[in-house]
């Protein structure tokens, strides 16, 4: 029986080398696939889908935590029904959850609703946050890419037969950002 690990952070400063570790110790010949990417979705998660792929009958995937594998209860039940197509069993570590067994299963589901609510009330309270925030004239948005005076310089030069590529080369930001600008009146 073949067993897969998989580690995830979010970002570029996170480290999975605690995740690594919780892995290699309980399953040493575990081979173990990283990535840095948001847990939010599964579109993106290279590693992940390689595992899905090349799953077998009776094989293992083995993750440190559940918010590890996904952050919401769609994610999940795609993922485990992957893994289940596949005649594999999901474990994980830290909440002892082996989905070989109608127990663990009833379980991940259970705590699969809990990390998708977690992950709602996280972002309840960085919008309530925002709001409160912008109240007390603190939050103000990211600083603009352009000047007043840049922007009225791409109006000219796009009347002047300039097209949006060349002065979102020329400016630096994106042609989404110069198309904006375009967009708005005067």
Same mark, same amino acid.
């Not at 480290?15 to 840095?36: F, G, H, V, W």
């Not at 795609?78 to 989905?99: R, W």
């Not at 127990?103 to 960085?126: C, H, I, P, Y």
């Given at each position: 029986?073949?067993?897969?690990?998989?580690?995830?952070?979010?970002?570029?400063?996170?480290?999975?080398?605690?995740?690594? %570790?919780?892995?290699?110790? @309980?399953?040493?010949?575990?081979?173990?696939?990283?990535?840095?990417?948001?847990?939010?979705? @599964? =579109?993106?998660?290279?590693?992940? $889908?390689?595992?899905?792929?090349?799953? %077998? %009958?009776?094989? #293992?995937?083995?993750?440190?935590?559940?918010?590890?594998?996904? @952050?919401?209860? #769609?994610?999940? *039940?795609?993922?485990?029904?992957?893994?289940?197509?596949?005649?594999?069993?999901?474990?994980?570590?830290?909440?002892?959850? %082996? +989905?070989?067994?109608?127990?663990?299963?009833?379980?991940?589901?259970?705590?699969?609703?809990?990390? =998708?609510?977690?992950? $709602?009330?996280?972002?309840?309270?960085?919008?309530?946050?925002?709001?409160?925030?912008?109240?007390?004239?603190?939050? #103000?948005?990211?600083?603009?890419? *352009? +000047?007043? =005076?840049?922007?009225?310089?791409?109006?000219?030069? #796009?009347?002047?037969?300039?097209?949006?590529?060349?002065?979102?080369?020329?400016?630096?930001?994106? @042609?989404?950002?110069?198309? $904006?600008?375009?967009?708005?009146?005067?």
């Amino acid at each position: 029986m073949k067993t897969y690990g998989y580690c995830r952070v979010s970002t570029l400063d996170q480290n999975p080398t605690m995740q690594q %570790d919780a892995i290699s110790k @309980r399953y040493p010949d575990a081979k173990i696939l990283t990535e840095k990417k948001s847990g939010t979705t @599964r =579109e993106g998660r290279e590693q992940l $889908n390689n595992i899905l792929n090349i799953l %077998d %009958d009776g094989e #293992k995937v083995v993750v440190w935590k559940l918010d590890r594998l996904a @952050r919401n209860m #769609k994610d999940l *039940l795609d993922i485990v029904d992957v893994i289940k197509a596949k005649g594999a069993s999901l474990e994980i570590l830290d909440q002892a959850i %082996d +989905t070989g067994t109608a127990s663990g299963m009833a379980f991940l589901q259970m705590l699969g609703v809990f990390a =998708e609510f977690e992950t $709602n009330l996280r972002k309840e309270r960085q919008m309530a946050g925002i709001a409160k925030a912008k109240d007390r004239g603190a939050y #103000k948005g990211r600083k603009p890419s *352009l +000047t007043t =005076e840049q922007c009225q310089e791409i109006r000219t030069k #796009k009347a002047n037969g300039m097209t949006p590529t060349q002065l979102h080369k020329e400016y630096g930001v994106s @042609r989404a950002t110069i198309y $904006n600008i375009l967009k708005e009146t005067v």
